[in-house]
């Protein structure tokens, strides 16, 4: 293949635009944003998990404590009705009245107990009351850091963007310039060697595999012609010659 030194020229041109749209691909994609995003995204799904389980024991205490509430009203009222029962006289039988006495001190001792149960179930409920109110407060933080992250990404994504479609266009112009089969080939052989198809051969060195040429490859490229398009034998990259080429 053959084409103008000046067209060789400018797909080194090319290339290096090339890279640097590689570059800032890879910038694009490892923004440190991104990995931010992602922390407080796993610590607000870990919060919110929390915030759950703290919120569900808050309302299962405080169903706890009104059933405990209400067993004790209701122990309450038995022995309200068997004090005024004793109080007024009416029961006179010495058994009868043996055994509503019984029945009373059996209350007030089962009172006494589920007193004791209303009381831990309110103190769990508090404390469950209190997680909550924390977690809420940790949730809130983390998503404004959160939201700040996603914020301070999108600014920069949209830099790189921006000099993405600059050096884009920048390209197309320079591309335009170059024959289709010339680019054509270095668009193949850039698929095949990482995104380099093309290197200047600098000081008797190919830049695309950093090996130096030996001296039967050196006459070779000394003896072809400007016009020839020529290739490194060893990456098979498109060498481009150039004032610097050491030959």
């Not at 067993?71 to 043996?98: C, I």
């Not at 600014?155 to 266009?169: F, L, Q």
């Amino acid at each position: 293949m053959n084409a103008e030194p000046a067209d060789q020229i400018r797909l080194l041109d090319v290339q290096a635009l090339d890279i640097r749209l590689s570059q800032l691909a890879h910038r694009r994609e490892t923004l440190p944003e991104h990995e931010e995003v992602r922390t407080r995204e796993e610590e607000l799904t870990q919060l919110r998990d929390l915030l759950v389980a703290a919120q569900t024991e808050e309302s299962d205490t405080a169903r706890e404590q009104t059933k405990a509430e209400q067993d004790v009203d209701q122990v309450r009222k038995r022995a309200t009705r068997d004090q005024e029962r004793l109080d007024s006289g009416m029961v006179t039988n010495p058994k009868d009245l043996e055994s509503l006495q019984s029945e009373i001190a059996s209350l007030a001792r089962r009172q006494s107990t589920l007193e004791d149960v209303v009381l831990e179930v309110m103190e769990r409920n508090e404390a469950a009351a209190g997680r909550v109110t924390e977690l809420t407060g940790r949730v809130t933080a983390v998503q404004e850091k959160a939201e700040d992250a996603r914020a301070r990404r999108t600014a920069a994504s949209g830099e790189i963007d921006a000099e993405i479609e600059t050096v884009r266009k920048e390209r197309e112009v320079v591309a335009a310039a170059i024959p289709a089969d010339l680019l054509k080939l270095y668009e193949k052989l850039r698929g095949q060697q990482g995104g380099v198809g093309a290197a200047k051969l600098f000081q008797r060195r190919c830049e695309g595999c950093r090996l130096e040429l030996n001296i039967t490859e050196l006459n070779e490229v000394r003896e072809a012609a400007p016009e020839t398009v020529l290739r490194c034998e060893n990456c098979r990259r498109i060498l481009v010659r150039t004032p610097e080429s050491g030959l």
